[in-house]
């Protein structure tokens, strides 16, 4: 069934009873079409964490009624891009490419407001400061309600103040404001947005997909990753994720003649600057930087401990992932990860910027394979009670269901 409107019906030869019939078809054809959200993110490089629940969100949003469009905004010659667009198309989402040449390319404006009149667009959903920035500009184009995620304002730039500044202008203007992490909503509050504006919806995990289905022993001989214990890590290389805290803590793990490797999967801008810490250390043969992978499932499935050393987070996915994989997790105390992790129960928590807690924390779980059984079990348990991703999509589902009847 065709469910495009066509042209609004007009009225012809006096002829009423043909007139409202049309009418009738008219409205009873527009009550199923599903309300459009349009989701705006701008895109550096093949993207983090949000764009992993952005790509796999429409499937499930489609169950309850709505069709979720994602577009982003980014440099047409960074290849970036058409990494991520593989990855959706194997969620089975397509993505909108909207060419952005940085911050102050007006011209993404009458592209956006094409967009959002030829796909009819019910709500805009803004990811980050340009894209909230934006829905305030195209609602005067475009009628259609206002929506934010706020993932946290973690990355630390020169320029970064300025941008975050502008976003957290932007959120008091917004209909809804979904927060990540509890630490987030108090920010958005001291920011001047209400609190009946504020929804705290924290990120989910498809236990289905992230499944251990190999031995850590049958997945590394996959990788051909050498023998040994396994520590691994994800993430974007930059400092605010803390690689170089990890680094010296393994460096000090092996120096105490501990039998361990590190595999670091990502890629950013200290990338440089990690390999010549490893080079400095001598770790060349334990310590790899593996560069960007589209299919983490066979690494977390290689690990024995995923260890997280940030300094700033949200609400990390990664996290989320590794513990659905069921392996041991070792993470610094910031944000929301003490809400996932509670030291002692499901991990082990430490404080940011510590080398010798981390290093402490790994000695205590990779030698301790009992700890390392409970830590796995436990994990999982926590993602498939508290963080399941379809769920998630129902509550959000709700949140716009309650925009619809307002």
């Known amino acids: 069934m065709d469910l495009t409107p066509g042209p609004f019906p007009k009225k012809e030869g ?14 009873q054809l527009m009550s199923h079409i599903p309300p459009t959200i349009l989701d705006a993110r701008v895109l550096s490089g093949s993207g983090g964490g949000p764009d992993k629940t952005l790509i796999n969100s429409p499937p499930f949003l489609a169950r309850h009624g709505y069709r979720m469009l994602c577009a982003y905004l980014h440099d047409p010659d960074d290849p970036g891009f058409e990494v991520l667009r ?55 184009f475009h009628p259609m309600r206002l929506v934010t995620t706020a993932h946290g304002w973690v990355h630390r730039t020169r320029k970064t103040p300025i941008y ?125 930087l593996l560069g960007y992978r589209s299919d983490l499932i066979p690494l977390y499935e290689s690990m024995e401990v995923y260890a997280l050393s940030s300094y700033r987070e949200g609400l990390p996915n990664v996290l989320l992932e590794a513990m659905a994989m069921e392996v041991s ?38 030698s301790d394979a009992e700890l390392q059984e409970r830590y796995k079990a436990a994990g999982r348990q926590v993602v498939e009670t508290r963080y399941s991703f379809a769920e998630r999509m129902s509550k959000l589902a709700r949140m716009y269901g309650e925009m619809k009847r307002r």
């Not at 967009?115 to 019910?122: F, H, L, N, P």
């Open 164 to 288: 975050y500044g502008i976003d957290r202008a932007c959120l008091r203007y917004y209909e809804k404001v979904i927060c990540v992490s509890e630490d987030l909503v108090r920010e958005c509050r001291r920011a001047g947005v209400a609190k009946s504006r504020c929804e705290l919806l924290e990120n989910g995990i498809d236990g289905n997909v992230f499944r251990r289905t190999r031995t850590t022993r049958e997945a590394r001989a996959a990788l051909g990753f050498p023998e040994g214990l396994t520590i691994g890590a994800v993430g974007r290389l930059s400092t605010e994720k803390g690689f170089d805290i990890l680094i010296r803590a393994v460096d000090r793990l092996l120096t105490n003649g501990m039998d361990v490797h590190l595999f670091v999967a990502g890629e950013g801008p200290e990338h440089d600057a990690l390999t010549r810490l490893i080079t400095d250390l001598k770790r060349e043969e334990r310590i790899r």
């Open 329 to 366: 997790v070792v993470a610094t105390r910031v944000n929301g990860v003490p809400r996932l992790v509670t030291h002692g129960q499901t991990g082990e928590l430490v404080e940011p910027g510590s080398v010798e807690q981390m290093a402490e924390a790994l000695r205590r779980v990779l």
């Open 86 to 140: 593989r990855k959706a198309e194997v969620a089975g989402t397509s993505l909108i490419s909207v060419a952005d040449r940085g911050p102050l390319d007006w011209r993404v404006i009458p592209r956006l407001i094409e967009i959002c009149r030829r796909e009819r667009v019910w709500a805009w959903h803004g990811h980050d400061y340009k894209t909230n920035a934006l829905g305030l500009v195209l609602k005067r």
């Open 14 to 27: 006096g002829d009423w009873f043909l007139y409202h019939s049309q009418l009738w078809q008219f409205t």
